[in-house]
């Protein structure tokens, strides 16, 4: 029986960011049946203002990757105002896609769960993390992203290799949250 090794709950790094979700223990070619897209930045501010900016999809406008896709992109806010239960729908042109996401759970300060779901440009189930870790005046934010690695993607393997398709997006995403956190209210 193949080893299995999955994305450590815990943070722990005692798997590579390669092995991470890798049920077919390495073999294969990559063929795991899920993927895991992790990155992390020290913002220049105290967690009070990061969480916010997360926690509230109002202000994700401010620094997600994604805004500048579609100029006329749709958006729509449901649920509660901020935290858990919140709700943000959007709908673009092909860049953008179409999608929904709900916040199912948050400790404050230090984490927030996102069950993001894409119906464009393909259909997709995927659970984002946010982690919070405070450093003084700084906060150390890790954005993760784990989801299923359907049969198709398996086969095109590197065509459709998640951490180099949305790595780079969530490193602008760090970067730019590093610019308006400081100026957060």
Not at 126 to 146: A, C, I, K, Y
Request: net charge neutral; aromatic share 8%; with cysteine.
């Amino acid at each position: 029986m193949p080893k299995t090794l999955t994305c450590p709950t815990d943070k722990s790094r005692s798997a590579t960011r390669k092995e991470w979700g890798r049920t077919d223990g390495g073999k294969n070619g990559g063929m795991a049946s899920s993927y895991t897209v992790e990155r992390s930045r020290t913002i220049p501010t105290g967690v009070d203002r990061v969480f916010p900016l997360i926690a509230d999809f109002h202000q994700w406008t401010r620094w997600s990757p994604w805004e500048d896709l579609d100029p006329e992109m749709h958006r729509s806010y449901g649920g509660a105002e901020s935290g858990t239960g919140a709700t943000y729908a959007w709908s673009g042109n092909r860049k953008a896609g179409a999608g929904t996401m709900t916040i199912t759970d948050v400790a404050d300060n230090q984490r927030i769960d996102i069950d993001l779901r894409f119906d464009k440009p393909f259909k997709s189930q995927n659970t984002t993390t946010f982690t919070l870790v405070p450093d003084g005046e700084q906060t150390t934010v890790t954005w993760t992203m784990t989801g299923p690695r359907p049969w198709l993607m398996r086969v095109l393997g590197p065509l459709m290799n998640m951490e180099k398709l949305v790595g780079k997006d969530f490193d602008k995403g760090l970067d730019r949250m590093a610019q308006v956190a400081p100026m957060a209210e």
